[in-house]
């Protein structure tokens, strides 16, 4: 059974980091792509980034380029979302998401603010 498990969340400062994680099982995770998201309160889900199953390719969403960083370590069947510089809006639930098949997490909330 494919599980998820989102962790790292919390209240950090405007300009402040944050790392989040989230723990795979129930599938091979190297051979898998795979993605964050994130839910804004009032908004749809976006996604955020995209990493290929072995790391060497990666994309961002244009509202995050250059201050996330997405990651992963298939020896601990982990994917990570380094954030940097975080604003306001980056306030949201975010999410990490197999990509074949669409299996997601239940989330980890993270707010940014003073």
């Known amino acids: 059974q494919v599980h998820l498990v989102e962790s790292g969340g919390g209240l950090v400062q405007p300009g402040g980091p944050l790392r989040l994680s989230c723990a795979a099982s129930?599938?091979?995770?190297?051979?898998?792509?795979m993605s964050w998201y994130r839910q804004a309160p009032g908004k749809e889900r976006e996604w955020v980034a995209y990493?290929?199953?072995?790391?060497?390719?990666?994309n961002y969403a244009d509202s995050v380029k250059g201050r996330f960083t997405i990651s992963r370590d298939n020896a601990k069947n982990t994917m990570y979302l380094q954030m940097n510089s975080l604003k306001p809006e980056d306030t949201a639930v975010y999410y990490c998401?197999?990509?074949?098949?669409?299996?997601w997490g239940k989330g980890t909330l993270v707010t940014v603010s003073s």
């Open positions: 129930g599938f091979t995770f190297s051979t898998y792509a």
């Open positions: 990493i290929t199953s072995n790391g060497a390719i990666t």
């Open positions: 998401r197999r990509n074949v098949m669409d299996y």
